[in-house]
């Protein structure tokens, strides 16, 4: 399945809704919560929970747990790892998917208490070593 997410940062929550297709009319629309749980140097950890429906199948609600580390590797880039589990539930069927996959995250930079931030405290060398 193919997914994106978008959203607006308050703090350390991020409140964002993701959208998935699987191909043919099956589409997810899931609102999604964040919790930047910890932020340490340039590697965080979060959470999130999300809760929603999946048009065009025979399991339309979906929980969705999921855990992120990610290491910021520029400015404006993050790359992580993501964890979790999604319960898909329907009148007469209902199942269980783990998974894991890379994430890659562009936008703001969190500072070291886990909120966003247009400046940061984090230096990153430059390419040719200025």
Do not use: W
């Not at 929603?52 to 590797?73: N, R």
């Not at 790892?81 to 009148?91: E, K, R």
């Not at 996959?101 to 966003?116: K, M, W």
């Not at 405290?121 to 200025?130: A, E, L, Q, Y």
């Amino acid at each position: 399945m193919l997914m994106a997410e978008c959203g607006k940062s308050f703090s350390v929550l991020d409140i964002g809704l993701a959208v998935g297709y699987k191909g043919g009319d099956s589409v997810l629309f899931m609102p999604k919560l964040t919790l930047d749980a910890s932020q340490y140097q340039f590697l965080s950890n979060e959470y999130s929970i999300g809760v929603g429906y999946y048009a065009g199948s025979q399991t339309p609600l979906v929980f969705d747990i999921s855990s992120t580390i990610l290491a910021q590797i520029s400015k404006k880039v993050a790359i992580g790892i993501n964890a979790g589990f999604t319960d898909y539930s329907g009148d007469t069927t209902s199942f269980i998917k783990n998974y894991f996959g890379l994430i890659v995250r562009i936008g703001l930079l969190r500072d070291f208490n886990g909120v966003l931030t247009k400046t940061t405290r984090m230096r990153f060398p430059h390419p040719h070593g200025r």
